[in-house]
């Protein structure tokens, strides 16, 4: 962790806003519940956003200066940028029914912030371009908005799929958390660098997410074995094959992480299946 400076200052400054928001949010929202729900889900759409255009294509670059590690400190900022300020802007502009005009007035303000990052060299374009910032913007205000209305009317598709991405957002912090305090890294062959393991270590956990989200779905104990054996199985061929370096074959934390993730998975399958039951 570093020091206050004027990068870091920035993004405690917006953080500080968009924490706010969501506040205001949560306090005016008539079901907190299902606001939470959407609120995981626009969160796993935009993780899924920066896995592409970040960890795959090297669109852009932060500089928060928060870690010491320039790569980790660069995957921090995206997330706070994207996955935490931005799908906090869309709980607000929902439930306070502020529409065209909220979405319109953000979209300008985003857009302001990032020319104030360039400035600063807080942030720093590769071949991205701000006006994809401000169409992307509307694309994903309208999908959230679309994601809140299907989960108020049950459609099956829509909650599994954000069972699904509220897993998922969950094991990938638990992944961005266990990759900073250094407990292991992806990679291939010898040097196991930081691009390769944001490469590799979403794809594990997106495949570990989708089959969390079915066995929870399905219920009972031995989907929940089945499962705990296939990401033992899975944990010992990647350390077999030393596509992890560090220890990660099956191990007390491996295994105590996977009944973690099982438990949470299980909250979060009733949390949104038993706010549809009660709906119907």
């Not at 857009?111 to 590769?126: A, D, G, M, N, R």
């Not at 077999?240 to 009944?259: A, D, G, M, P, Q």
Request: aromatic share 18%; charged share 15%; hydrophobic share 50%.
């Amino acid at each position: 962790m570093k020091r206050l400076n004027r990068n870091n200052k920035s993004f405690l400054i917006l953080a500080v806003i968009h924490t706010s928001l969501l506040i205001a949010a949560f306090i005016r929202s008539n079901d907190r519940k299902r606001s939470f729900i959407s609120l995981m889900s626009d969160i796993g759409f935009a993780y899924l956003f920066e896995y592409i255009v970040l960890n795959l294509f090297n669109a852009y670059k932060y500089k928060p200066k928060i870690l010491r590690n320039n790569y980790l400190d660069n995957i921090l900022g995206a997330i706070l940028s994207q996955a935490i300020f931005v799908p906090f802007t869309s709980q607000f502009i929902r439930t306070f029914k502020l529409g065209w005009v909220g979405k319109l007035f953000f979209i300008v303000y985003f857009y302001l912030v990032e020319q104030y990052f360039i400035q600063t060299k807080v942030y720093s374009t590769l071949w991205w371009k701000s006006y994809f910032t401000s169409f992307f913007l509307p694309v994903f205000y309208n999908l959230s908005d679309y994601w809140k209305n299907h989960l108020e009317k049950g459609t099956r598709f829509i909650l599994f799929i954000s069972l699904f991405l509220s897993i998922l957002v969950t094991g990938v912090n638990i992944l961005y958390v266990m990759a900073v305090v250094r407990k292991f890294r992806f990679g291939l062959g010898k040097i196991h660098s930081w691009k390769e393991h944001f490469i590799l270590a979403p794809l594990y956990s997106i495949l570990l997410s989708l089959l969390s989200a079915i066995t929870v779905k399905k219920g009972g104990l031995i989907p929940k074995g089945v499962f705990l054996v296939f990401a033992s199985f899975l944990d010992w061929v990647i350390h077999e094959t030393k596509v992890v370096k560090k220890r990660f074959h099956v191990s007390t934390l491996n295994i105590f992480i996977h009944c973690l993730m099982l438990y949470i998975s299980t909250l979060f399958k009733n949390l949104i299946y038993s706010e549809n039951n009660q709906q119907s």
